[in-house]
């Protein structure tokens, strides 16, 4: 362990070693998500699912479908501002890793530990978005176009819920750090999904909408939009956009478990236990998470633009907003 502390205290190096675990996590993590979407929606569906990639569990065919997108030729529209067209998967694959850093997978045991994690985490939620908004502006496609308007659009209906819905956790653990977040909640006994419950459930919901997910996939809408902002895009740029898709569902969650669900705490475990077991516990808690938003995905149908939009302004930020005036009653009479 002594010599893992003297490594991780030189900068560059530890910085190395950063970077390179988090390019090793970013795409397992994805592909992990898209083989259970895979086989949880044939299990729905009464498929198969995949099957002969990897034997009878077809445990290599997202592998398979990596390397198929690799050797796929890279098309870029003739009238498409190449520049920003070749730039836009890779900037919502950058905010997509750059979500996952200060995520704490244990004690002390994030990429990066910032006083305001969690006001960073929510900055940068919201980076992908800009480009889906580059994607469909450049590939001189009416479909693309409308399908990053449609974007835009939700992320400034859902992201003010998605904002309001945390502001309670802050104010009961007083730190926007997100370990200091779940030492609150250890120190309290109980998860903030208890005294949380509504902002709970506003965050997972306007989680869904940002994520562009079933029942709010709008900027997609494949039978109205073909495939929306991702139309143009072929071989390893359209794969980054499915890869963010992927990660981004388990960078949510793990940001919703560590608000909500007590983090990497686990009752019972303490000292060196829980510093080894932290990651574990986290990342069951967020993949139980990932799991609610693929039920989620073959199970409702899409809304319409309208009642999209009136869920966000009429609904969850009311709801948001009377959850924020209650908490800071509650924590000041109590």
């Not at 390179?20 to 397992?28: E, G, S």
């Not at 290599?60 to 498409?80: C, M, N, R, S, T």
């Amino acid at each position: 362990m002594s010599l893992i502390a003297d490594i991780m205290a030189n900068f560059w190096l530890g910085l190395i070693i950063k970077l390179l675990i988090v390019a090793l996590l970013v795409p397992v993590i994805g592909m992990i998500i898209g083989f259970a979407e895979m086989k949880l929606s044939a299990k729905m569906q009464n498929r198969v699912g995949p099957y002969y990639a990897g034997g009878r569990w077809g445990w290599a065919q997202l592998i398979a479908d990596g390397l198929k997108f690799f050797q796929k030729e890279d098309v870029i529209p003739a009238d498409a501002d190449r520049q920003v067209f070749k730039l836009a998967p890779a900037l919502v694959l950058a905010a997509t890793v750059a979500l996952v850093v200060v995520i704490p997978f244990g004690p002390d045991m994030a990429f990066r530990n910032l006083e305001l994690g969690l006001f960073y985490a929510l900055a940068i939620s919201s980076l992908s978005t800009i480009g889906v908004l580059v994607a469909g502006w450049s590939s001189a496609n009416k479909y693309s176009l409308i399908g990053s308007l449609r974007a835009a659009g939700q992320l400034i209906a859902y992201e003010l819920p998605l904002v309001l819905s945390v502001v309670g956790v802050v104010i009961l653990a007083g730190t926007m750090n997100l370990d200091g977040i779940v030492q609150a909640q250890i120190a309290s006994g109980i998860p903030y999904v208890v005294p949380q419950f509504v902002g709970f459930v506003v965050f997972f919901i306007a989680a869904l909408a940002e994520l562009s997910r079933i029942p709010f996939d709008m900027p997609v809408a494949e039978s109205e939009l073909v495939m929306g902002y991702m139309t143009e895009y072929t071989g390893f740029r359209f794969l980054f956009f499915y890869l963010a898709e992927f990660v981004n569902m388990f960078t949510m969650s793990a940001i919703a478990a560590t608000l909500f669900l007590g983090g990497y705490h686990f009752p019972g475990l303490s000292g060196d236990l829980a510093t080894v077991l932290g990651p574990v516990v986290l990342i069951a808690k967020s993949f139980l998470l990932v799991f609610m938003m693929l039920w989620f995905r073959w199970t409702f149908p899409r809304f319409r633009e309208d009642q999209l939009q009136s869920m966000a302004w009429k609904v969850l930020v009311p709801v948001a907003l009377a959850n924020i005036a209650v908490t800071a009653i509650l924590k000041v009479v109590i």
